[in-house]
């Protein structure tokens, strides 16, 4: 079984001054705090026993609005990265928690979407190689670019490049065999003092252990971190909820959907955000879909 973690550290300095006193993470994306898209990714994933990574400052935040997860049928666990040394050393500080076991990183200021999006993820499979996830986006330069053959397969991923090699940007989202503590600490620091995840998905790709899954046409991708991307994530997640009546991202209805929660702990979970929208949304899926 997967274990996952939600990697929600770093400083938020592309949104000063909105992240001076409050975790990146925890600002709101319309309706929602940013953490609730990503952890629902992981749960649509089949993920359960998840361990979140965030500065020493923000961990008790993030524990007072999740807790241990039980509520929701999952685990949550909480680490400490002491500075933002790259997301690769999630794994090194997560060895433990990992145990050998194959693993899911989400980054968690991205945003997915998208029609049978858990299946998708469901499907990718746990069998020794790594899966990075890539969207077509319009501006790669800004992103870890794959650049392909004429059939198709990787051969290079190269992070932000002048003149990029096609318009495949590697997603926030990341598949990994039990190996990736090992391989993570094999790395050596960038330029800019990091372990760089696109180093760790290149040494894969050496290995000929690096598979690519297309988010194709249909399914949409946002990365939170500037207040730009942070207003058109608002605004898209406000369009798709107010047209079609439903809540992208909401973790209680997930845990309902995948089994781990039954109708009374939602309506427990409903009971305690029973002054909101949230609160009557919950109490409306229990009604419209029981």
């Known amino acids: 079984m997967r274990k996952g973690i939600l990697l929600a550290g770093g400083?938020?300095?592309?949104l000063y001054p909105l992240t001076m006193a409050v975790n990146k993470h925890l600002l709101p994306v319309y309706n929602k705090p940013m953490i609730y898209y990503s952890l629902s990714v992981l749960m649509l994933a089949g993920v359960r026993d998840i361990l979140?990574?965030?500065?020493r400052e923000s961990v008790l935040e993030f524990e007072k609005l999740l807790g241990?997860?039980?509520?929701?049928?999952?685990?949550?666990g909480y680490a400490v990265q002491d500075a933002p040394n790259g997301i690769a050393e999630a794994f090194i500080v997560g060895e433990e928690f990992i145990d050998n076991s194959s693993i899911v990183l989400i980054l968690g200021d991205n945003i997915f979407f998208?029609?049978?999006?858990?299946?998708?993820?469901?499907?990718?499979?746990?069998d020794g190689n790594a899966t990075v996830?890539?969207?077509?986006?319009?501006?790669?330069?800004?992103y870890g670019v794959v650049a392909l053959n004429k059939d198709g397969e990787i051969i290079e991923i190269e992070e932000k490049p002048t003149v990029p090699r096609s318009n495949f940007a590697v997603t926030g989202l990341y598949f990994y065999p039990g190996d990736v503590a090992k391989l993570a600490?094999?790395?050596?620091p960038s330029a800019r003092g990091e372990l760089e995840i696109t180093d760790l998905n290149n040494l894969y790709l050496k290995q000929g252990r690096l598979k690519m899954e297309n988010l194709s046409r249909g399914y949409a991708w946002l990365d939170a971190g500037t207040e730009s991307a942070l207003l058109d994530s608002a605004n898209f997640?406000?369009?798709?909820e107010k047209r079609q009546s439903l809540r992208i991202g909401c973790i209680e209805e997930v845990a309902w959907a995948m089994g781990w929660i039954d109708k009374a702990q939602v309506i427990a979970l409903a009971d305690q955000n029973s002054n909101s929208s949230y609160g009557a949304y919950l109490r409306s899926i229990i009604r419209d879909k029981s």
């Open 68 to 76: 241990d997860g039980s509520q929701l049928g999952i685990s949550i």
């Open 237 to 240: 997640i406000a369009s798709i």
């Open 185 to 188: 600490k094999s790395l050596s």
């Open 11 to 14: 400083t938020g300095t592309r």
């Open 52 to 55: 979140l990574i965030s500065t």
């Open 133 to 142: 996830l890539c969207h077509e986006v319009q501006d790669p330069q800004r």
């Open 114 to 126: 998208g029609v049978g999006l858990g299946t998708r993820l469901r499907q990718v499979k746990d």
